[in-house]
């Protein structure tokens, strides 16, 4: 995981806005939005399922499925939906669990959660 996505992700542990280089934190009333290049690619929130707080991660392309969007992405889900990861195939992106058991479309709005 590069630097700015650590950086990232504190800011979103932290519920601190934050920006450096291409890629912004955006936080308010509990939800963090991330931005890379000014485009929306993700949103970071709690939300309580089955009487259990969960962190959902909301998963956006910004319209550019790029390296980079894919990169912070992951980063993402690393840290707060651990076990899913976005990955292409034939140009095509798709959202997995970490034993490509369950792997599904990539779709604007797809929310994960560990």
């Known amino acids: 995981m590069r630097q700015i996505e650590r950086n990232m992700n504190t800011a979103i542990k932290s519920q601190k806005n934050w920006s450096s280089g291409n890629t912004q934190v955006i936080t308010d009333n509990g939800i963090s ?3 890379l290049h000014g485009n929306h690619i993700a949103n970071v929130f709690d939300d309580v399922v089955n009487g259990n707080v969960k962190t959902i991660v909301q998963l956006f392309d910004g319209g550019w499925q790029s390296n980079t969007t894919k990169s912070r992405l992951n980063a993402l889900l690393n840290e707060f939906a651990t076990g899913f990861s976005v990955f292409q195939k034939n140009w095509v992106w798709f959202v997995s669990d970490f034993q490509g058991k369950n792997v ?3 779709d604007n709005g797809l929310q994960v959660s560990d």
């Open 33 to 35: 939005r991330v931005f």
């Open 104 to 106: 599904v479309d990539f």
